[in-house]
Each structure stands twice: as structure tokens, then as C-alpha cells.
């Protein structure tokens, strides 16, 4: 079950520190133009995400961990658009969890750090303050959401009905306290290490679950770009 949001708690108790992920590609858009760069509604889809976390807690340091050879274009793209937000930037490895393993050198211990899909940018400031609270309080905090299509299990040529109630789909940002993910990394390097909530859970830590947006999507296609348009020209 999905845990209520805590009471809310003074934001400043613990240091908090965000990591903003973003090394995708436009294979799956036809484009030549990396999906965070693109733009949405004229501005690039990875500032727009940027901004939510900054408008949360100003005084947060934001780390964006990018891929070396879009380091250049990306601070292009920021002179451009005159984003002056500060945010530390970090070269990202071979994988997802190579790349936040980097940006991870620059946590402490004692701090709150968030890791977030760069392309999420639809991603809500009651969200972020609502897993901020609750890593607070008990350590971690997953946003998921619940399933509204029925789903069936594959096994080989065969397949079955699966209870979709008992499955949530995960979101982030993921919020840890920092010294559970800074001992989590030490593991060995697995594949299945998609996402922080389960490398720690590999490590021996519970993972606490919180409800999640349906807006809070994330930008892989060029149909989504489109929802994503849909849904800002509606708030």
C-alpha cells in the first residue's frame, strides 16, 4: 500500500540535494535532437524540469548529469533561452546507474537527495515536497501509480491474466536519505539496477511508496511530447 503523505515537515531539517538525470537520445523521436532538449510549449523539456525543482527549495543544489558529448550543446541551449538557474553539471557513464553513481560523489552524508528523470518535466512541486517529507520521516520515498489497463504475463507462447491490482507503475523523483544510497552503491554493478529504489532494496532497505501524478509522465516518444503539450495547455 502506498503510504499517506506524512505531516509536513520544515524542509530545512536536513540539506537536500537534487540529481536531474538526462542521457537519452531522439532515436524514438526521429530526431537527431536529444528528447531533453526538445522543446515543449518553447522551452527545452529539460528546464522546464529543472525549474520544478528550483521553485521547490531555491537553495537546493541541482545536479544535471548528462552524456560528455552534450555537454557543450547543452550550455548552448542555456545561453539561448537565458536559463540562469544554478545547477552543477556532471558526465554521465555507460548507464543510468553509472551516471547518477558519478553525480553521487558530490552527496554527503546526513542530506536528502532526489534523483529524477530529466525528461519529467510535468513533474509537480507537491510531489517533490511530498517525497522530500517522507525520506524525512522514514527514509525513502518512491512515487508510484496504480495500473488502469489489465495486464497478462507471458510465459514463452503462452499467456495468462494478471491481477493488476497488486502492481504499481514507478515514477520519480526517488528520494533517499543519503547515506542509504551512498552505502547501496557500493554493490557490485547488477542489470537490474533500473532505478535507486531497487538497488537499495537490494541492499537491505525497505522501500516506502507514495502516490504519484498521472501528469508526472515520462517523455520517451513523439506521442508523448504531445500529451505532455495537452496537459500544460490544460493547467
Not at 48 to 66: A, C, K, S
Request: glycine share 6%; net charge positive.
Amino acid at each position: 500500500m502506498e503510504r499517506q503523505e506524512p505531516q509536513r515537515q520544515n524542509k530545512y531539517i536536513m540539506n537536500q540535494i537534487s540529481i536531474i538525470v538526462a542521457g537519452g537520445s531522439g532515436t524514438r523521436m526521429n530526431t537527431d535532437i536529444p528528447k531533453q532538449f526538445l522543446l515543449l510549449r518553447n522551452d527545452p523539456v529539460l528546464m522546464r524540469t529543472i525549474r520544478e525543482f528550483h521553485g521547490y527549495n531555491p537553495d537546493m543544489e541541482i545536479i544535471v548529469v548528462l552524456p560528455p558529448d552534450q555537454v557543450k550543446y547543452w550550455k548552448t541551449l542555456c545561453r539561448k533561452h537565458k536559463f540562469t538557474i544554478p545547477h552543477t553539471i556532471i558526465e554521465g557513464g555507460r548507464t543510468r546507474h553509472h551516471s547518477v553513481k558519478n553525480a553521487m560523489e558530490r552527496v554527503s552524508p546526513g542530506m536528502l537527495v532526489a534523483v529524477h528523470d530529466g525528461v519529467r518535466p510535468l513533474v509537480s512541486r507537491a510531489l517533490i515536497q511530498t517525497c522530500f517529507d517522507t525520506a524525512l520521516v522514514l527514509g525513502n520515498a518512491v512515487p508510484v501509480t496504480e495500473l488502469s489497463d489489465s495486464i497478462r504475463r507471458v510465459e514463452g507462447e503462452k499467456n495468462f491474466r494478471a491481477d493488476r491490482s497488486i502492481f504499481r507503475m514507478v515514477q520519480t523523483p526517488q528520494v533517499f536519505q543519503s547515506d542509504i544510497l551512498i552505502h547501496a552503491f557500493r554493490q557490485k554493478y547488477d542489470p537490474v539496477f533500473t532505478d535507486e529504489a531497487t538497488l537499495a532494496e537490494n541492499a537491505g532497505h525497505r522501500i516506502q511508496l507514495v502516490t504519484g501524478q498521472p501528469e508526472n509522465i515520462k517523455i520517451t516518444t513523439s506521442l508523448d511530447m504531445c500529451i505532455a503539450g495537452a496537459i500544460i495547455d490544460a493547467c
